[in-house]
């Protein structure tokens, strides 16, 4: 399973950006899917995640900013970013947790690459 995620970039304070993962491979079901990141000197953190259903879970920090959504026939999960902060700026990672292959093996944490969001205010 490899994850692509998209969208990264240059804000000013108050805008908005768009992030998007898409998985590929040989899926036949992904669990949740999720947003993280990580600042400079900081732990990586749970930004947002959506499961399978719908449920949607997000850091107190991005509630009423950000929202976490996902098509499960495209294997794509989408963060939009609004009213951007200098605080979020760091590299946001894109995460399906358990993926359950068309072999009916499960595959557990997989990540994609980082893709740098920079707040300037």
């Known amino acids: 399973v490899q994850l692509q995620a998209y969208g990264g970039g240059l804000v000013q304070a108050g805008g908005s950006l768009r992030l998007s993962c898409a998985a590929s491979?040989?899926?036949?079901?992904?669990?949740?899917m999720g947003w993280y990141r990580q600042a400079p000197g900081k732990q990586r953190e749970l930004v947002a995640s959506?499961?399978?259903?719908?449920?949607?879970n997000y850091a107190d920090s991005v509630k009423g900013r950000f929202t976490i959504s996902r098509d499960n026939a495209k294997s794509t999960v989408t963060l939009q970013m609004t009213s951007l902060k200098p605080e979020d700026t760091a590299v946001y990672y894109c995460?399906?947790?358990?993926?359950?292959?068309?072999?009916?093996?499960?595959?557990?944490?997989?990540w994609g690459q980082g893709t740098l969001v920079t707040v300037s205010s």
């Open positions: 995460n399906a947790d358990s993926v359950l292959l068309k072999n009916l093996r499960l595959q557990y944490d997989n």
């Open positions: 491979g040989s899926i036949f079901r992904i669990n949740t």
């Open positions: 959506v499961s399978s259903g719908g449920n949607r």
